[in-house]
Structure formats: C-alpha cells, structure tokens
T-cell receptor, first 116, second 114 residues
Framework: GENVEQHPSTLSVQEGDSAVIKCTYS??????FPWYKQELGKRPQLIID?????GEKKDQRIAVTLNKTAKHFSLHITETQPEDSAVYFC???????????????FGKGTKLSVIP | DAGVIQSPRHEVTEMGQEVTLRCKPI?????LFWYRQTMMRGLELLIY????????DSGMPEDRFSAKMPNASFSTLKIQPSEPRDSAVYFC????????????FGEGSWLTVV
C-alpha cells in the first residue's frame, strides 16, 4: 500500500516568515495530493490540493508543488500569521482498482507554530 | 449542507463497556470513512464503505471493533468491550463518487475509556 512520509514533525517560524512542509509518497499510481489543516480541537479541513497532471498550484499565501519523478510534494506558506498555527497533514490518494476501491493515506502531520 | 454529522461529540466510559459512535454523511456522498486519531499514530483509516458496502476493513484493530452502514445516511462504529487504549478521536468522513477526490470530515467523537 501507499506510504506517506511528512517532515518536519514540528516547525516554528516568526510571524511574516515562510514555512515549508515536505512529503514523500511511495506509490507511483497516486494521483491526488490534498493538504489539510487541523486547528486544536477541530476537524481536519482541506486547504489546497493538487493533481498529478499539475506541477504547482497557488491560492493566496499558500502554494503546493509536486515532483512526480521524485515522488514528493510540498506545502509553502508565505507571510505567516499567528492564525496559521495548526497541524498540517499531507495525503496521497489513488484508485487501486476493483469496485469502489479508493485509498487516501495521510502523513503523520506537522505542528506549525507561528510566533508573533 | 450541514456537513458530516457525528455523535456523540464527547464520551467518557468505563473499561469493558460498549461504545457506539454514529455518523451521518453528507447527502449524496457515496463513500464513508472511519478514521482514528491519536498523538502516537496520527490519522489511521479503520474502514470505509462505498454505496453502503464495506470495501476495506483492514485498518480495524481487532474483533472488538465493528462498523455498519445500514443505509446511505447512517453508519455506526462499535467498540465492545472498550479498553483504555481505545481512547482517541474518531472521525467520520465522506466523499462523493465522482468529481472531486476531496474527503470531508465530521467534527469527531472524542472517546475516553477509563
């Protein structure tokens, strides 16, 4: 099955600086890569996603890049703000075949702290 | 849409008791997932259903765990008997068949077994 590794596990940055979180995946058939943000005591919520036919996607201060050859993808947050403090999860999904089959595998998460 | 609805939000129970967690997926979503989240293991997929049929239950930790989806708008995750190591947040999530691959999480059920 798919294996997703995420680094670093914790990250502290000064407000206004950039933050980068990196993930690698093992299954070359994976074709969809979402990122979720989970605030303390809340549910994970999708913040950005990218498909395997795209190399980069940007939404205001957040961007995701994908390198299919190397099987890694990254989340970039620019001009960080205290409200960006949360746990961020990457994930990789594939449809391995068979009726109704679907896999979405999560990384272990990165706890981002933005220091005012 | 109200989103994925889970109940109870919080439960504290004694070891050995039966626990039933409930989930209502987003209307029209054909996939339903049960995840468990702990500090040590992160987000683990326990089981998922497609069109009410269990597709993959390889993540269910042991026979004490069971899940059902009797219809398209309701699923349960049952733990019997519960143990302290089952303490975790249990998330239900759903996803539509076609279109976006995004899954949408409920607010979670916070379970503490003492």
């Amino acid at each position: 099955g798919e294996n997703v590794e995420q680094h670093p596990s914790t990250l502290s940055v000064q407000e206004g600086d950039s933050a980068v979180i990196k993930c690698t995946y093992s299954d070359s058939a994976s074709n969809y890569f979402p990122w979720y943000k989970q605030e303390l005591g809340k549910r994970p919520q999708l913040i950005i996603d990218i498909r395997s036919n795209v190399g980069e996607k940007k939404d205001q201060r957040i961007a995701v890049t994908l390198n299919k050859t190397a099987k890694h993808f990254s989340l970039h947050i620019t001009e960080t703000q205290p409200e960006d403090s949360a746990v961020y999860f990457c994930a990789a999904s594939t449809n391995p075949g068979g009726a109704g089959s679907y896999q979405l595998t999560f990384g272990k998460g990165t706890k981002l702290s933005v220091i005012p | 849409d109200a989103g994925v609805i889970q109940s109870p939000r919080h439960e504290v129970t004694e070891m050995g008791q039966e626990v039933t967690l409930r989930c209502k997926p987003i209307s029209g979503h054909d996939y339903l997932f049960w995840y468990r989240q702990t500090m040590m293991r992160g987000l683990e997929l326990l089981i998922y259903f497609n069109n009410n049929v269990p597709i993959d239950d390889s993540g269910m930790p042991e026979d004490r765990f069971s899940a059902k989806m009797p219809n398209a708008s309701f699923s349960t995750l049952k733990i019997q008997p519960s143990e302290p190591r089952d303490s975790a947040v249990y998330f239900c999530a759903s996803r539509p068949e076609g279109g976006s691959d995004t899954i949408y999480f409920g607010e979670g059920s916070w379970l503490t077994v003492v």
